[in-house]
Every structure is written in structure tokens, then in C-alpha cells.
């Protein structure tokens, strides 16, 4: 009997797992069409060719980051102040943030690079890339939203406007490095790759880089310098937007009391 049991029970939760890995597929394989339809529209290519969307996308960033600096009227803003939801999403944006920017940089970076062959880690790269400074930025825009709103029945101090800055600078420069510079790392990236792919053996290597006879080929060594510098001023970035999460989380751990 308690076999049976038991059996039944590993056979339930089988079930349960096949179907949400294949709703999840599903709803994968439905966003992928839909943005494959999307990407073939011509009126669509003929938006995307222009660098002008961008440029907007990015000021309206920018316009919207800079009003959560305007004073908010002080008025029956107490209660919405200590509203519940606010305050959970504060702290879930917040964690998120935090947990996705220390593992990506010091766990699933390191131990992918350690252990893919280099074109095989590129391939990971090059999805992770604009999605990490996309969950990142859409995180640091909600803690920076719900955080201003949390503060906005009470007077600010100087250690408010020291977090509303931080989180402003974390949440300007992922959106940014999303706009600008992660599309021209992976598009680097893929130059870098196919030079690579003329020689054999080349990008098989794990953690190291060994262009072999590429090292004396002009264009591959201006290609990979100009793939280097991007993927650099990437790096700084993480590590900057790591500094100013750093701080809020400070200021975020001296306001909590244990009863």
C-alpha cells in the first residue's frame, strides 16, 4: 500500500513538472514567434534601422529618473506612504537586484568561463547580456519608484537624497548600457567569432584566450581590441551600479529593527 502510494506520488509530481515545462515552452515558443513576426514587419526594420528611437527611449529614461527628485506634495501621503504592497515591492525589487547582480558577477560568470570552451560561454553571453541590464534596470527603475514613494510623507534628509542619488545612478546606467553598449558587445562579439571560425581550434580553449596564428592578423587584433574596450566599459558599469546598490543597502540595513 504505501508503495503504491508512494509510486502514484513520484508519478503526480512527474506530471506536474512535464506540464509547466511544457507551458513554459509554449509561452517561450509564442513570444519567439511573436517577435520574429515583428522583426520581419518592414515598417518595424525601417524603425530599428534608425538610432533615433533610441536616443528618445533614452530621454524619456532620463526625464522620468529625474522626477522622482521633484519635491511630492506632503499632504494625506502618510498612508500611502506605508502602503503594504509598496513596501513588498520595494523590498522584492530590492533583493532581486541584489541577488541577480552578485550572481552573475561572481557565480555564473566565473564558473561558465571556467568551464565552457570560449565560444561556447560567447553563446551564453550573448543572451545573457541585454536581458541581465534589462531585469536589472526594469528592478532598479521599481526600487527607485517605490522607494521615493515609501519616503514621500516624510521631509527628506541628507541620507535620502544620498540614496534616491545612488539608486538614480544604478538605474540610468543599466538602462543606458542596455541602449548603447550591450548591443555593440554582442555585435563585436559575433565579428570576433566569425574571424575565429576561419581558423581550427580557435575559441575551443577554456579560461584563456589563444588567437594562435590570428595574433598576426591586423584585422582580428582591431576587432578584438574594439570588442575588449566595450566589454570593459561593461564590466565598470556592473561594478558601479554593484557600488551604488551597495549603498542603498546600507543605509537599508541601519533602518531595520528587530523585536
Known sequence: ??????????ELKTDILGRSV??????????????????????????????QPVHLLAVV???????TLIPSDHHNLEDQGKSTF??????LATSLHAGAQFWMTFISGLSL??????HAFGD????LFPRYFTFNSLLSAVT?????????????????????????????????SRLYIAPEVVLQMKKVRKIELTVEGVGQEIGRHKP??????????????????LHMKMAIVNVFTMACSTVHLLYLSQSIKFV
Open 61 to 67: 529614461i532620463i526625464i522620468l529618473a529625474f522626477s
Open 86 to 91: 509598496t513596501f513588498f515591492a520595494y523590498i
Open 113 to 118: 568561463y571556467f568551464s565552457l570552451p570560449r
Open 22 to 51: 511544457s507551458a513554459q515552452r509554449r509561452m517561450l515558443e509564442s513570444w519567439s514567434s511573436f517577435v520574429d513576426r515583428t522583426s520581419h514587419n518592414e515598417n518595424f526594420k525601417r524603425v530599428l534601422e534608425s538610432s
Open 144 to 176: 527607485l519608484l517605490t522607494f521615493t514613494h515609501l519616503q514621500s510623507h516624510m521631509d527628506w534628509t541628507l541620507r535620502h537624497y544620498i540614496q534616491v542619488g545612488a539608486l538614480l545612478c544604478c538605474f540610468l546606467s543599466e538602462a543606458l
Open 212 to 229: 594562435g596564428v590570428l595574433a598576426s592578423c591586423p584585422e582580428y587584433i582591431s576587432t578584438y581590441s574594439v570588442f575588449r574596450k
Open 1 to 10: 500500500m504505501c508503495a503504491t502510494s508512494k509510486c502514484n506520488c513520484s
Open 124 to 127: 551564453v553571453q550573448k543572451v
